[in-house]
């Protein structure tokens, strides 16, 4: 157990939908990162929160957006959902702002996009 | 941005064999995690190793910073270990963390 949620478990959206996926970091870890996983490839860095603004970002269109919050919660939310979306996406939360803390991860959440 | 390479991309082993996975990459890096993914995706954190040398059991990692590169050995492997072997490498300045894309480690009975 890494004390790291995500909700919900599974997801079914049809392409050019919106979609938001929750997660909730350990308690008193102040920054939150979101990775994508597609199937047969490592997590692909989306982007990270650190008390609720945006401190880093990989390489995702800006339909991808997110939100932190002060009670350890966060969102991950995607407009315009392609098929290439389909994924598995996981949240890590780590204790402080430097991006080389150790991260836990969330049990992640399955997109499927049709 | 940084490359990740992980070596092998699949292993079979007999249970109880020993293995050695590796890491190699192509910058100088902050912080280098192993993680094993187990079938339902959970990440499960193995070791937090930007240098030097660690043990937790059966398992044991190594990271030569200088030469880039990171080793995890797996002992008297079991068939739980089963799994997709994965590290994670940070390099501050490029702002984000870099995925290898994983060993996949199957342990026969």
């Known amino acids: 157990e890494t004390g790291v949620t995500q909700s919900p478990t599974h997801l079914i959206k049809t392409r050019g939908q919106q979609v938001t996926l929750r997660c909730s970091s350990q308690?008193?870890?102040?920054?939150v990162s979101w990775y994508q996983q597609a199937l047969g490839q490592g997590p692909q860095f989306i982007f990270q929160?650190?008390?609720?603004?945006?401190?880093g970002r990989g390489n995702f269109p800006p339909r991808f957006s997110g939100l932190q919050f002060p009670n350890y919660s966060s969102e991950l939310n995607v407009n315009a959902l392609e098929l290439d979306d389909s994924a598995l996406y996981l949240c890590?939360?780590?204790?402080?702002?430097?991006?080389?803390?150790?991260?836990?991860f969330g049990p992640g959440t399955r997109l499927t996009v049709t | 941005g940084i490359q990740v390479e992980q070596s092998p991309p699949d292993l079979i082993l007999q249970e109880g064999a020993n293995s050695t996975l590796r890491c190699n990459f192509s910058?100088?890096?902050?912080?280098l995690q192993w993680f094993h993914q187990n079938p339902w995706g959970q990440l499960i954190n193995l070791f937090y190793?930007?240098?030097g040398t660690k043990q937790n059991g059966r398992l044991s990692a190594t990271t030569v910073a200088t030469e880039r590169y990171s080793l995890l050995y797996i002992s008297s492997s079991q068939t739980t270990d089963s799994g997709v072997y994965f590290c994670?490498?940070?390099?501050?300045?490029?702002?984000?963390?870099?995925f290898g894309d994983g060993t996949t480690l199957t342990v026969k009975p």
């Open positions: 890590a939360s780590s204790l402080e702002v430097r991006l080389e803390d150790e991260q836990y």
């Open positions: 308690s008193g870890h102040n920054t």
């Open positions: 929160y650190y008390r609720e603004e945006e401190n």
């Open positions: 910058d100088s890096v902050n912080n």
């Open positions: 190793i930007p240098s």
């Open positions: 994670a490498v940070i390099n501050t300045n490029a702002g984000k963390s870099t």
